[in-house]
């Protein structure tokens, strides 16, 4: 235990590993986000926005569960196994995707999909944050999520590029088999297991453990809490983008190539602004990055349905990407720096539990006030509900983290 040394730097071989691998979880994703909406009508011949958007809520569910019992697996069952176990589940996804004529097997392929990510993404997250020190947690948020989601949006452009020049099947999903087969040799070969920085850090801790972290997470601790409720709502709304934004375009009848281009500018300004917003958590105060990342989306969102150029779509993608890049490693790093080492894996996997079912209550929400009212109430919805996130940040969400450190509330 003694001999595990904590920070980026005494770690950065295996940190540059950690990242990789998670590049190749986002790419998982990546294969889905321009293209299903196409794929349901041209392989299924479903156009209702609820039923397409169904395979986001089978996907958020299974893996806001997955997360939170990695998280209160990690300590016990090592984070290394259960990355491993989540390529493994990662395995026959493509498969499914490619042969299958059934939907309930679609929906199928998009449960084992949200299985896989709580297991890789998660670890992976928990992992770096273990081998650094304080001072460098929303950094190492910044390029894993930079690496994840900069990797989303690559194939989910590189996708529809495919799909338009080649049919929607099969060449998406082969390369998805591909992308399953690296990161499952990568995970067994070269990555280390990071349970012993963790006990090293528990060391020299003087954060108080506490009095359930599910509870404190969720409800009681105003920190942890505002930071769940906004990230559930960051999700949320990207759940409706997700699915709703390629339907809006089609509508709109922007070409196949440039819907792909339009949704994947969102999640590549993510990935390549948490390069910079990571290191920005670590110096400046969360609390207003989370604040004013939050208002950035929710007016982004509220100005969709206004659009009717591609240029103006695509400063609105890039704006939300914006947006998002500046909440997302800082609620990681906030979670991290609010709670105890040997808690935090259980702390950061319920935070993830309620963000990642932001994608099942934004499409569910989303795909039923679409079908009831239309596509532009849906997205006006989810914008005024992400700009009340923002305002739960600002009135309940305390000035300085540091002040929580000695904070127990029972």
Do not use: H
């Amino acid at each position: 235990m003694s001999t595990a040394k904590l920070g980026l730097r005494e770690n950065l071989n295996q940190f540059i590993l950690l990242i990789i691998v998670n590049a190749f979880v986002g790419a998982m994703v990546g294969l889905e986000r321009s293209i299903f909406p196409e794929f349901a009508k041209e392989i299924f011949g479903i156009t209702s926005s609820a039923a397409v958007l169904s395979f986001i809520t089978a996907f958020s569910i299974s893996k806001a569960i997955s997360n939170y019992f990695t998280g209160k697996l990690a300590n016990q069952w090592g984070r290394k196994n259960l990355l491993i176990i989540g390529w493994i589940i990662a395995l026959p996804i493509p498969l499914i995707l490619l042969y299958t004529q059934s939907w309930n097997m679609v929906i199928f392929a998009n449960v084992l999909l949200g299985i896989s990510q709580g297991l890789t993404w998660s670890s992976t997250v928990v992992m770096k944050i273990d081998l650094v020190v304080e001072k460098n947690r929303g950094l190492a948020m910044g390029l894993n999520e930079f690496a994840g989601y900069l990797a989303v949006g690559l194939i989910a452009f590189f996708t529809a590029y495919l799909a338009s020049q080649y049919g929607i099947r099969p060449y998406p999903f082969l390369m998805g088999m591909g992308i399953a087969v690296i990161g499952l040799i990568l995970s067994i070969f070269w990555v280390k297991d990071t349970r012993k920085f963790v006990q090293k850090e528990r060391e020299n801790t003087s954060q108080p453990e506490l009095k359930g972290v599910f509870m404190q997470t969720t409800f009681l601790n105003k920190t942890l809490s505002s930071i769940t409720q906004a990230g559930l709502i960051n999700n949320l709304n990207d759940g409706m983008i997700w699915g709703l934004l390629p339907i809006l375009l089609m509508s709109k009848k922007v070409d196949l190539e440039m819907v792909g281009i339009i949704t994947a500018i969102y999640p590549a300004v993510w990935g390549l602004g948490q390069l910079f917003t990571g290191k920005m958590a670590d110096l400046y105060s969360k609390k207003k990055m989370l604040f004013f990342g939050m208002l950035a989306q929710g007016l982004a969102i509220l100005l969709i349905p206004s659009q009717s150029s591609n240029f103006g779509f695509i400063a609105i993608s890039a704006v939300l990407g914006l947006g998002t890049a500046l909440v997302y490693p800082t609620f990681m790093a906030a979670i991290a720096d609010a709670t105890n080492p040997m808690q935090r894996a259980e702390s950061i996997g319920t935070f993830r539990l309620w963000r990642d079912l932001g994608y099942a209550v934004g499409a569910i929400l989303s795909g039923i006030v679409a079908d009831s009212f239309g596509i532009t109430s849906a997205i006006l919805l989810i914008g005024v509900l992400t700009v009340l996130s923002a305002g739960i940040i600002q009135f309940r969400m305390p000035k300085n983290l540091k002040s929580n450190k000695s904070i127990q509330i029972n």
